[in-house]
């Protein structure tokens, strides 16, 4: 039988909290756990493994369905791998449009700074703009 562990040290290797665990288990992205007498949660080596994925998938932003479908796709790796490039290449794609939102932003910002007199605040560009989105020099970001 292999070494059962506690939800705390779960969560200690995975790196993931305990109500994040409790979390995962009930919208199903992390079955449910063997109980110990006392009712206590007991995970496996590979049910840690399967939280580190979790955890690991999240940092890089991919949303709980997405991280579903890869799930199942790693409990069956002898299928075709064209299912995760899409979802890669779908948060890849979000990924771009949110560095050319932001670098649209920076843009926007220095701009403000630029144009600012450093004065008084009735003569500030930093708050005429602010307070009229119109004076943007991208009308979206």
Do not use: W
């Amino acid at each position: 039988m292999s070494e059962q562990i506690s939800i705390g040290e779960a969560a200690r290797r995975s790196g993931v909290k305990v109500p994040t665990i409790r979390y995962y288990e009930q919208i199903g992205l992390l079955p449910a756990p063997e109980r110990t007498e006392g009712n206590r949660r007991n995970y496996r080596k590979d049910e840690v493994q399967r939280l580190a994925f979790i955890r690991h998938s999240r940092e890089l932003g991919f949303e709980i369905d997405a991280i579903k479908t890869l799930l199942v796709l790693q409990d069956d790796p002898n299928q075709p791998c064209g299912t995760a490039d899409q979802i890669v290449i779908a948060r890849l794609q979000d990924v771009d449009q949110r560095i050319n939102s932001l670098n649209a932003l920076k843009v926007e910002l220095e701009t403000m700074l630029e144009q600012c007199s450093h004065g008084r605040v009735k003569e500030c560009r930093v708050i005429e703009t602010l307070a009229n989105h119109d004076r943007c020099i991208h009308g979206h970001h």
